[in-house]
């Protein structure tokens, strides 16, 4: 296994019966930032997540942490989660409630809850109870919760799940400082603006079969490479253009062409057009989102417009 994987799953797969959650899923996820597993609801995300914990037996296929092929109590310590939230004691305080799962996990100082605290935002309100606590308040005290020993690897299952906008956007940007050299946070998302927001690198699953994965730049870039053209006569450029090997496909739109191909290649497009007596009059590369990209290969919707 490469040095700098963190997670690496061989065919992992999970059947419940008839229902296959995760289906032969091979995924790569490197050492450091913030990788996103994304997928509509009911595409194995919460299942491939508690395989690698240890919380559920894999059917079938293998996976190995930190380099180890099989989970053991010595890379435990090193993974931090919230799978579901925390069950968090109501009258206790925050720090309190840190205090007593500190304890079970045996270890830690009084100094580690107030940075803590202080990292998730909380330094103000930690001596609060918790029911005194906004929905984003509580899941940033779930995030010093899954914190606490400081982990290597932190999973984050649908962070920001039933929150506000404004609650959603702290706790990503907490999470987006999460993600770095030393750490490494595999977050799952069914909304593909969060991944796009707070994710290096992504998996994309769909009922149970990794569809894509790699870095978001890199599949929205693929995704992109689209190039909106007018020309002088573009019937006849048609022909042209789709006779170019670097070109997937043009397509005729109102008012002009669509080509999908690199934008890096206009000016070949252009020479290309000129040798036949055709003059580019328009030419725009068109950004597309990893939106249309995960709807192109997955076919499905977003869910939810949250
Ligand atoms: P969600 O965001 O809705 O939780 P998910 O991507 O996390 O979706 P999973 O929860 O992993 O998806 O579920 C994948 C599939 O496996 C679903 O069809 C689900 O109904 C099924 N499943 C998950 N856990 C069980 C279980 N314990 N018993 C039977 N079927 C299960």
Not at 44 to 67: D, E, H, Q, Y
Not at 206 to 224: N, P, T
Not at 245 to 257: C, I, P, R, S
């Amino acid at each position: 296994m490469a040095e700098n994987l963190v997670i690496e799953t061989t065919s992992l797969t999970k059947r419940y019966g008839k229902i296959v959650a995760v289906d032969g899923l091979s995924m790569e996820v490197p050492r450091g930032h913030v990788f996103g597993l994304l997928g509509p609801n009911g595409s194995g995300k919460t299942t491939t997540m508690s395989m690698l914990l240890g919380l559920v037996r894999p059917t079938a296929g293998s996976f190995s942490l930190f380099g180890a092929p099989t989970h053991h109590e010595n890379t435990l310590h090193r993974v931090g989660a919230i799978i579901e939230t925390p069950a968090f004691y109501p009258y206790l305080s925050g720090r309190q409630n840190l205090a007593y799962f500190q304890g079970i996990l045996g270890g830690g100082t009084p100094g580690e809850l107030d940075k803590l605290l202080e990292q998730v935002g909380l330094a103000d309100r930690g001596n609060d109870r918790f029911h005194t606590y906004s929905l984003g308040m509580k899941q940033r005290l779930g995030l010093a919760y899954a914190l606490l020993g400081d982990p290597e690897l932190l999973f984050l299952d649908e962070p920001t799940n039933g929150m506000d906008p404004a609650g959603m956007a702290e706790v990503r940007e907490l999470i987006r400082s999460l993600g770095t050299d030393e750490r490494t946070v595999l977050l799952s998302s069914h909304l593909l603006h969060e991944v796009e927001e707070v994710c290096d690198s992504v998996a994309i699953l769909s009922k149970g079969k990794l569809i894509a994965q790699g870095k978001v730049d890199d599949l929205v870039r693929q995704s992109q490479e689209q190039i909106r053209v007018r020309t002088t006569d573009d019937d006849a450029a048609v022909g042209i253009i789709s006779a170019l090997d670097w070109v997937e496909a043009v397509t005729t739109e109102a008012g002009g062409l669509m080509v999908a191909a690199p934008t890096a290649r206009s000016g070949e497009l252009t020479a290309a057009l000129s040798e036949s007596a055709i003059y580019v009059t328009e030419m725009t590369p068109v950004q597309a989102s990893l939106e249309e990209y995960f709807l192109d290969v997955t076919g499905e919707d977003e869910g939810d417009s949250a």
